[in-house]
């Protein structure tokens, strides 16, 4: 059954990378307005996770932040995606946006060479989101809020496989 805040989002009339960052990325990777280290990643990163060029003490609008977050996706994930996932272009809006939120938080490496990239360019779409919720793992364990965020989401976010899936006929 298609849920309904997932049926709201595809109906919000929104492109693929607004979709994207609006109802999945942003809400799962949260926003830092204010720059700050990244123990894991040893990194000074800010926003929605942006590591490029960012130094101790920069400080961005929301505004500016989700205009990072566009760029981001578009450039750095939406067109790779592109290159490698042969009709992307051509995939249900819904599925193209997992595809892009997994690419965002996985890499685009990662969800090229996934089986459901290659289920996506074999036309078996349910196939492909539901091979996306595979990636849920992170140093061999199985994370919680991957699970989720993969799924079915929680309360309060939109979980990949809940938008992927309502978008298919």
Do not use: H
């Not at 051509?90 to 997992?98: D, Y």
Request: proline share 2%; net charge positive.
């Amino acid at each position: 059954m298609k849920s309904k805040r997932a049926k709201a989002a595809l109906a919000s009339g929104l492109g693929l990378v607004a979709l994207t960052a609006t109802f999945l990325t942003a809400p799962w990777e949260g926003t830092e307005n204010r720059a700050y280290w990244d123990r894991l990643g040893r990194v000074w990163t800010v926003c929605t996770g942006e590591t490029k060029g960012v130094r101790k003490g920069d400080t961005y609008t929301d505004e500016e932040c989700r205009d990072m977050l566009y760029r981001t996706l578009e450039k750095d994930y939406r067109q790779p995606l592109r290159n490698c996932v042969k009709g992307y272009d051509g995939l249900p809006l819904s599925l193209q946006a997992a595809m892009l939120d997994a690419a965002y938080n996985v890499g685009t490496g990662a969800i090229c060479r996934s089986t459901a990239a290659r289920r996506a360019m074999a036309m078996n779409l349910a196939g492909a989101c539901k091979a996306l919720t595979w990636f849920n793992k992170a140093g061999g364990r199985t994370i919680r809020g991957l699970v989720l965020r993969r799924e079915y989401g929680d309360k309060t976010r939109i979980g990949e496989y809940e938008l992927c899936m309502a978008g298919l006929k």
